[in-house]
């Protein structure tokens, strides 16, 4: 079931070493400003008829203004994925990790949609098949516009999976160490008091 | 032949029938006027006739995107509403960011005309070709915030975009507007007065078609490029504009010796560092958001979390806000600007307008030309923090007969009132201007005075004057003196072009930030762009004589409405008062340099020097011969 797909050209890829190494697109939830630049690009320039539609984008931000929200959702490409359930075989996983459709396969049945626990593949009524992100031959447009449009923020990031691990582990820490901070000035005021 | 960019498609839907009608959009009039703004004054040119009550159901309210809308050419989320305005009693018309604009394009639509009068409230709600118009007896009354979430229940969608009005807009309220994605407004003119007036309590839009473009990998490779334009061009302003918006101009002003204080009395607020950008963004902004296809995010999403105010949420808060409810009513309190802003986003004010007609309450009550009994108790000493709260509310509920006052705007209250408060009114043509002195800017207080919907500080790109080296200014309009803000020189040839500029950016439906940063920006990007997604061949020659088409047809609208010459000057106070303190104390506009502008403007306008009308040669010269005809025959001709 998992065969290395054909499209994928070594070239365009940043990790050319061919280890299995886990791609994914890394979003820091708190720093997307819901632009939609990501569906835009991903839709205008992979639905094939140039049209600029959310509805036919890989990528979706979904947004909530009164909490002020917003949250890209895409594959995340699961080392087991659900979608896997496949009957036509059409869903496959390269040997990075990397989960495709053949568009050749699909037979419009809808089960990997269903069974998706983040509703990272879509229907495509006009072509009565699936799609779903497949990381752009390893150089997702999403990810490029977003760092052209909004480079202080790094909403989108092509990683290696630890590096992503890292910098939320960078994060993490910086508000810990400030609450241990805090706390120690608050425990030498008491002790003062 | 297949169409890209545009939709192709004319909504029309009759709120008396409760009947609709699609229709398809002229070829000619994508050509000649591109879109959004251009369509929109056009067919309410056609349609609604000299004389036509603003608030009856002759009125027509138009909804209009560009070819671009819905597309990741930058900024382009954008929308224009149009009608005959009550504000202005002239022509009229808001432009608003946020999704809904996109959302309306992807379902389909260029442009969406409201015709006639609802008998019973009612919403629209169009999913791409199903269209139907749903009973909102439930929400009519409900504040916009409430209004989205129902509507967004009732539909069973909560990402659906909803554009409405709050109990502002309901209560025909001339301050009031339209709003969408909870806090996006198109502000101006009173247009949630209009809709309110037809009883259309929100279009909800759900959109999958999406917009066919022509040249997709060659639109990706221009946005890119001018991006990377815009970063490198214009770095200090990409940058920090990124991180604060436009609170951040009330320290500029501020600095600048700009900042209107006390109803445009003085130019220089003691307590500006109080509502500034520092303590905005310290306490209160939690992050920061983006209408679509943006590559700024300048809209700061906050929250106030402790004290009387704590659960106040609001996004986009603008420099209207957090400067017109504190230095323009002497109030230095941030909260109460941040409520009030937060306020005016729920009721459907629009900020500049509520704002304004509250410090012109402000001023009469301290010149004793209103009392408290005028007030209904109301205490409007400067500074008063609670009664500028109390003022918007009052304002968008029409409560009491104070409310009742405020909600007519500033002039039309001043003319109510008389002994007086009409000086105290800061308005042209019926609108209140954005918040930058004429006095210490002139080509920006020029603008204000000739803009066609009224004092309007974004119908021109006056910004220049102080932006621009004077190399640059003589490179482009002729004259190093028009660098100079305090001078005279080149500001007519200033507004001339960067209005028709300004036209073209709301007619394919850009933000006007984008533009701000690089001359080569806006000569370059609009007709690039518009080669990419429409797949015909722009050049910058064509994009500018639209531009100028659209002025003129809002120019003839309200020539035939009546208003002309006389009605392309800045309020009395202006030419009168000096600015009295601060850094620019003693700067002045007199009246005779501001004639020698208006003719110097005039003139390239096409415009007749002694009544203000068009005249027939440029409206030929412009393919306008059915206006120039219409004029003709009204005797409107200059």
Known sequence: ?193 | MELYGWAGKILRVDLSKETFKTQPLPTDMMTSLIGGRGFNSKILYDEVAPGTDPLGPDNKLIFGTGPVTGTIVSTSGRFTVTAKSPTTDAFGDANAGGHWGGELKWAGYDVIVFEGAAKKPVFLWIDDDQIELRNAEHIWGLDYFKTTEEVQKDVGDMDISVAGIGPAGERLVYTSCVMNEYTRAAAKCGMGAVMGSKRLKAIAVRGTKGVKVAKPGELFKIVEEYIEILKREDRWFYENFSKYGTPMFVDQYQQLGALPTRNWRETCYEEAEKVGVGPFYKKYVKKKRACQSCPYHCSPYFTIDEGRFAGTWDDGTEYEATGGFSSKVGCGDLEVALVGGAWCDKFGLDYINCADTIAWAFECYNEGILTKEDTDGLDLKWGNADAVLECIRRMAYKEGKFGELLALGSRKAGRKVGKGAEYYSITIKGQQMGMMDPRVFHAWGFAYGVSTRGGDHLRSHAVCEYMFTPEEMEKYVGSRKAADRFGFEGKGKLIFWTENIRALNDSIENCKYFFRGSPRLWTEYPHKVLSAVTGLDWTYEMTFAAGQRINLIERAYNAREGLGRKDDYLPERFYKELVPTGPTKGASFPREQYDKILDEYYEMRGVDKKTGYPKKEKLLELGLADIAADLEKRRKLG
């Open chain 1, 1 to 193: 079931m998992k065969q290395r797909a054909k499209s994928f050209k070594d070239a365009d890829d940043p990790y050319r070493s061919g280890e299995r190494m886990g791609h994914f697109i890394g979003i820091a939830y708190d720093k997307c400003c819901g632009c939609k630049l990501c569906e835009l690009s991903c839709s205008m320039l992979r639905s094939g008829k140039g049209i600029s539609s959310p509805a036919l984008s890989r990528i979706r931000v979904l947004r909530r203004e009164p909490q002020g929200l917003d949250i890209p959702m895409v594959c995340l490409h699961c080392e087991d994925p659900p979608c896997m359930v496949c009957p036509a075989d059409a869903m496959s996983q390269d040997q990075r990790g990397v989960v495709m459709i053949n568009d050749d396969k699909c037979i419009g049945c809808k089960q990997c949609l269903l069974a998706c626990p983040f509703g990272a593949i879509s229907f495509n009524p006009e072509k009565g098949k699936v799609f779903k992100c497949d990381l752009c031959n390893g150089a997702p447009l999403c990810v490029r516009i977003c760092n052209v449009a909004h480079p202080a923020d790094k909403v989108l990031t092509y990683q290696k999976p630890e590096m992503f691990e890292k910098s939320i582990r960078t994060r993490a820490f910086e508000r810990i160490a400030n609450s241990v901070m805090q706390s120690r000035v608050e425990l030498a005021s008491k002790v003062k008091g």
